[in-house]
C-alpha cells in the first residue's frame, strides 16, 4: 500500500515540475515578445530592471511538502 502512494507522490512531483517549465517558457516567450516590440518603438529597458519585474511578478507558491 505505501508503494501505491510513494507512485502518486512521484507522479504529484513530475506533474509539478512539468508545469513549472511550462510557466517559464511561457514567460521567457512573453519576456521575448515584449522585448521585441519595445525595440520596434525605441525603448530599451535595463536587464536590471527587467529582472527584478519579473521576480514581482512571480507567483509564490508554498512548498508542499508532506
Given amino acids: 500500500m505505501t508503494v501505491t502512494f ?3 507522490q512521484k507522479e504529484m512531483k513530475r506533474l509539478e515540475k ?3 517549465k511550462e510557466a517559464k517558457r511561457a514567460q521567457k516567450k ?5 522585448r521585441e516590440e519595445n525595440e520596434k ?5 535595463e536587464p536590471e530592471a ?3 519585474t519579473q521576480q514581482e511578478n512571480e507567483p509564490h507558491l508554498p512548498n508542499e511538502r508532506i
Fill in 6 to 8: 510513494q507512485k502518486r
Fill in 18 to 20: 512539468q508545469r513549472e
Fill in 41 to 45: 518603438l525605441g525603448i530599451f529597458v
Fill in 30 to 34: 512573453l519576456e521575448k515578445r515584449t
Fill in 50 to 52: 527587467e529582472e527584478q
